[in-house]
């Protein structure tokens, strides 16, 4: 079980996701803020590279049986040893070069293309401080997040549904723009010249999705 610094697990946490990991071949349980609006910070991801699925929603109206998910956060997720082999041969699940954001996304990006699937059990309930390292520093926190995502999406995505995508990917890196405020004009000055090499880099994958991810509404 992966949890990192910023998240935490009971014991009766820890037993509500090996339940739910029994039933199909990875698992992930809703994750909440740790603080008293008991809302849905994410609960798995629901479509796209990495929407995430019930995000906001109150806690006490979520879904009470497992459902499936297009992908999971390492916040507190359960992954087969399988799984993790099949992607890793060599021992590295987690891509190092990300550094931070999207490693993850990435993981279950290639898990999906080996044919592995995803689970959400709401019965294993995470606390998660949000971002507790990433906000003290922002602006990093906005380009690793911009150009980990454009890496992740030349490694998992045929470059045809890239191109017909092309406007909304580069409007969402403006919107990342708009959240750091004025130091985010830097963002795409920096982020959008390394998108040949990236695709460059690319070029070797195989078994590539020729589809965003659009799984089944939990609500």
Known sequence: MLVPRDGGDSADSVRGHLRGFVAVRDAAGRVHPSDDRFEVERAGNARGEAVPALAGQDASAAPREPFEVTGVSATATLYRREALESVAPHGEAFDGSYFAYYEDVDLSLRLARGGWRFICDPRAVATHEGSLTGRRT?????????????????????????????GPLLAADLAHVRQVGWRGVALPLLVWPRLPAMAFRARAETGLLDRFPDGPDPS
């Open 138 to 166: 922002p602006w990093r926190r906005a380009f690793w997040t911009a150009r980990n995502r454009w890496r992740t999406l030349f490694r998992n995505f045929t470059p045809s549904l890239l191109a017909r995508h092309l």
